[in-house]
């Protein structure tokens, strides 16, 4: 029989033991970003969260407020990481490429760094990013939400873009990102769906294969918009 999971206590009024905060904290998003990414935001309760991470409810309220909060601090803790490392990337292939840049170069700094942490990361961030797919496609509030955590970085994409093809219309530039974030975040969610589609021919975690295929298939999407547009 499995020994039950040893729950930290809190130090009175919800507030946690001197010298855990930090671990705490950990255990708490770690838990929350799995539950997230497999029930969505509906299907959570924080007592849920506090039972998978060992913890009293009353700690979650004490660092992170309400479910809500608790739910963007999941997705801030990873965005802020991964949003630095794709304006870096960005930034660093303009000034390595100057007057020679291509669709398919920024794209790539745009996306590689997610496919790296898909790669290298863990399961931690598996779960955000399938987390982070499922938000991308909820209409009541997903626009939101992605505006709030991501909307800087992919306006550098879309400046980016636009420096590196000159003749194309921003209409078409917006156009053609709102296709490539559906292809990005379903590619890095690891759904299996294209592992029964294609009988095991490919599978969803083969991350190699994505990488070697999507930056430039949406690539080519970007310029035969443009193509189109100027026909």
């Not at 390595?96 to 920024?106: I, L, Q, S």
């Amino acid at each position: 029989m499995t020994a039950a999971k040893p729950r930290a206590r809190s130090g009175g009024r919800g507030r946690p033991s001197k010298g855990t905060g930090l671990d705490l904290k950990a255990a708490i998003l770690d838990s929350a970003e799995g539950l997230f990414s497999r029930h969505g935001f509906y299907g959570v309760t924080t007592r849920q969260v506090a039972s998978e991470a060992g913890v009293d409810t009353a700690l979650i309220h004490y660092y992170f407020g309400a479910k809500r909060e608790l739910f963007d601090a999941v997705l801030l803790r990873r965005a802020e990481i991964l949003n630095q490392e794709r304006a870096q990337a960005m930034t660093a292939y303009e000034a390595a490429h100057p007057g020679t840049m291509t669709a398919e170069g920024v794209i790539a700094a745009f996306i590689d760094p997610l496919v790296e942490r898909a790669l290298t990361g863990g399961p931690g961030w598996k779960n955000w990013f399938g987390l982070v797919a499922q938000i991308n496609t909820t209409p009541a509030w997903g626009g939101e939400v992605m505006h709030r955590f991501f909307d800087p970085v992919v306006q550098q994409l879309i400046d980016t873009l636009k420096r590196a093809l000159p003749e194309a219309d921003l209409a078409d530039l917006y156009w053609s990102y709102q296709f490539l974030t559906g292809s990005m975040t379903l590619s890095v969610a690891e759904t299996g769906r294209i592992d029964q589609l294609s009988n095991g021919l490919c599978q969803s975690s083969d991350l190699e294969a994505v990488r070697q295929r999507l930056y430039t298939y949406c690539a080519a999407g970007f310029e035969a918009v443009i193509r189109k547009a100027r026909a």
